[in-house]
């Protein structure tokens, strides 16, 4: 990382603190590794991402409808679903610093380290020597190419490393008073299995044909073991998930137009294209038959926000022999090759599985803006947040010119023929211009300033955050102003 775009993300990370976005869980106690808090601006900010990808999906598609599961489910789920055994990173310990690290992290590190030395052949033949050894899940090899490698730990110096062992990332708690093995429960690690585990209770309860989707937006648990990078990765994480449900033999149609609509829907917030790039999974989950992230350049370089995965009947066809309940789906339609009805098949799943929190941190980082407004006379700047109006926590902020003269009073009453409408705050403390500062850190797209003049002919200025332009109009077209500017139109019309 260079020294701007480190500058960089240590500043949104501190703007994201000092203007109630984002805080350290349990700060007072010193914090908790890897758990953050959404504070007054943020939780609106979250709020409107939910919104915006709920609105994509489930109001904008008649055949994609919404789900909200427990995130406590059947232990045996997860049996089935393969997390139980497998869904596990190799650990090694650093015996003098007593330090945990991902073994395929240190090798990650090592190889992008030759790559930046130039030593490209040499990252070649480690990246290879390493997808091979995960592929194999040959522990051994991973502690051998890490002495290989003459990796130290960062904290003690030295490569006086224990052996490489699976951790499982669920965490577990128990059920009922009496802690008993058979009573261990998970946190769930995505949000996916609710969905499968209820498909056909969504689909006859509401009479869905296949290709049908089902949505969901939802808290996720993972013990990661290295934690870093803010909110990138969490142990208590949220996700929009959507399972597409569809014919079998049509998913690769399927997936390339999941694939192409996900990332339209990142574009349509006016980010710049060159900031997003498709990674293809080389390495696919045994059961997969595609899979794609979608990745988005973070100061600290390209990482995966986003996936798209082509899971096949797996899941579904392990929940059927785990439950020994049929999980299969009766097609009516006729298939035109043998003219009788396709019949009784379990669907093929198309999933678009997306970080809120990480979608939260992408769009911080790319609304912040350090501007310098400095002109001959004066040095000037503003910190300003170019959020996208229909995604801004506050939509307009209203000032009374003075805290006197009956202004207070008159502002209120604009604010109260607005605020069902919108979000807004009011605000009377300090002059205009630091009022202005404060609203353009969280990206309030309007400011409007009730002043004498409104008393005796009901028109505001308004002032426009990107431009700083100000313009005067009547008080009774405010609403069309801002529902224009901040309406989900924009983004989904
Ligand atoms: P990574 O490789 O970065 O750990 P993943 O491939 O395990 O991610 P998925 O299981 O595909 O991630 O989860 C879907 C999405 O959930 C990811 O694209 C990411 O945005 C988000 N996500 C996954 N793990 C975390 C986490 N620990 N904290 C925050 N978001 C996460």
């Known amino acids: 990382m260079s020294n701007s775009t480190d500058e960089l993300f240590k500043n949104v990370i501190s703007h994201a603190k000092e203007y109630g976005f984002v805080f350290q869980s349990s700060e007072i106690y010193d914090g908790l590794s890897a758990v953050y808090d959404y504070g007054q601006a943020g939780v609106e900010l979250k709020n409107n991402l939910k919104t915006y990808w709920w609105k ?23 049996k089935a679903s393969g997390h139980v055994d497998g869904f596990s990173d190799p650990m090694i310990d650093n015996k003098d610093s007593n330090k945990r ?24 033949e480690l990246q290879l020597e390493m997808d091979n050894a995960l592929k194999a899940e040959d522990l051994p090899r991973l502690k051998e190419l890490i002495i290989e490698q003459n990796i130290k730990c960062p904290v003690s110096g030295t490569a006086n490393w224990t052996d490489v062992r699976q951790f499982n990332l669920m965490f577990s708690t128990q059920v009922g008073a009496i802690a008993d093995e058979s009573d261990t429960i998970y946190l769930r690690p995505e949000t996916a299995q609710g969905i499968f585990v209820n498909y056909l209770n969504v689909q006859k309860s509401g009479r869905m044909k296949i290709p049908f989707g089902i949505a969901q937006i939802g808290k996720a648990f993972r013990n990661e073991v290295i934690a870093r990078q803010f909110i ?22 399927w ?17 710049d294209e060159a900031k997003y790039r498709y990674h293809e999974h080389t390495k696919l989950a045994f059961y997969a038959d595609a899979a794609y992230d979608i990745e988005f350049d973070f100061p600290f370089g390209f990482k995966e926000v986003e996936g798209i995965h082509s899971r096949t009947n797996y899941d579904l066809s392990q929940h059927e022999k785990f439950s020994r309940k049929k999980m299969q789906y009766f097609d009516p339609e006729v298939d ?53 109006p229909a995604l801004a926590p506050v939509k307009a902020a209203i000032f009374p010119l003075t805290k006197k003269d009956g ?21 009377e403390k300090d002059a205009i211009g630091k009022r202005y500062r404060r609203q353009d850190a969280i990206g309030t797209p309007f400011c409007i300033t009730v002043d004498h003049q409104t008393l005796e002919d009901n028109t505001v200025t308004i002032r426009h955050r990107d431009s700083m332009a100000q313009e005067r109009v009547p008080a009774d077209q405010l609403e069309k102003i801002i529902g224009d500017l901040v309406s989900w139109k924009n983004l989904l019309g």
């Open 56 to 78: 994509a999906m489930v109001q904008m598609h008649d055949n994609i409808v919404g789900l909200d599961s427990a995130i406590f489910m059947h232990p045996t789920i997860w």
């Open 101 to 124: 690290y991902r073994a395929d992290q240190l090798l990650e590190d090592r190889i992008a380290k030759l790559d930046e030395e130039g030593k490209t052949s040499e990252a070649e």
């Open 232 to 253: 990138i990765r969490m142990r208590e994480f949220e996700q929009m998930e959507m399972q597409y449900f569809v014919r079998p033999g049509t998913q690769k149609e």
């Open 255 to 271: 997936f390339e137009k999941w694939k192409a609509a996900r990332l339209k829907w990142h574009l349509a917030l006016g980010t």
């Open 336 to 388: 035109p090759e043998t003219g009788k009805p396709f019949g009784n098949y379990i669907p093929y799943v198309i999933e678009t599985s997306i970080g809120l929190d990480r979608m939260f941190l992408l769009t911080m980082i790319n609304a912040y803006e350090e501007e310098d407004l400095s002109t001959e006379e004066k040095q000037d700047s503003r910190t300003v947040l170019r959020l996208h």
């Open 407 to 427: 202004l207070p009073e008159k502002a209120r009453e604009i604010m109260d023929a607005l605020k069902l409408n919108f979000n807004l705050q009011y605000e």
